[in-house]
């Protein structure tokens, strides 16, 4: 994506997030009916302390807005700093990155690291690409290596694989948090070719996730917590934590545990003793 999408894209964003806003939510008075939900841009641009024209005009993604003005526009729509951040990142205010990236390598240690790790754990780069996995991620989620590498990708298993979709108790959380982390990607990569494709395939495919995107919400990946509904280990409710490589911060590794002492800590080993048997 060019200049031009990401202002647009820009200006979508700003959009969906007025529409969010009520007057009272930022101090205005609630004066007569509305057509539509949210704040009018007049309200947005007289809050920010800018004219209503040059407000339109960077929601149209005809102009670069400045970074102060960015800035109160983040205050006045109450944005968090996950927001923020992609809106900053979409109007250029973060160093250039090259149109192409090279094709990812697993780093050694990262994959050693995985491999000795006794808990599920996923390596995954660039566009939340699943690039390398232990064997207990395997069991928990999928055979990966039977997928091919150009659609070994996490996202894209969440809205188009069926059993994968239904390892989770609450699928729509899942899939909507997908979305969000994808838009932060787009943000970091907006000349990634491969990344705008698998949007797009994505927005075909699936109505919600076309619906979500529209919306623009962002997140950054970092940890949280899911209920799988395993078929072999029955319900195990895993905390997963993110770890950035330093020396590569495109590449993550992801580690799912639980609790010790609880019936998702024993479902993990009895998981862990199924696989061995299993590879046996």
Known sequence: MGKDV???ELGSFLKARRGELGPREVGLPETGRRRVAGLR???VAQLASISTEYYTRIEQGRIHASGPVLLDLA????LGD??????????GKERARPRRAATQRVRPQLRRLLEATDAPALLMGRRMDVLAWNDLAAALMTDFAKIPAKDRNYVRLVFTDPAFRSLYDDWETVAKSCVAFLHMEVAHRTDDPRLAALVGELSVQDPRFRQWWAAHHVAQRSSGTKLFHHPVAGDLTLDWDLFTCPTD????LVVYSAEPGTPSHDGLHFLASWAGTRQA
């Open 6 to 8: 990401r202002l647009n």
């Open 41 to 43: 841009r007049e309200e």
């Open 75 to 78: 205050r006045v729509l109450h």
């Open 82 to 91: 996950d927001q923020r951040d992609y809106m900053l990142e979409l109007a």
């Open 249 to 252: 911060p495109d590449q993550q």
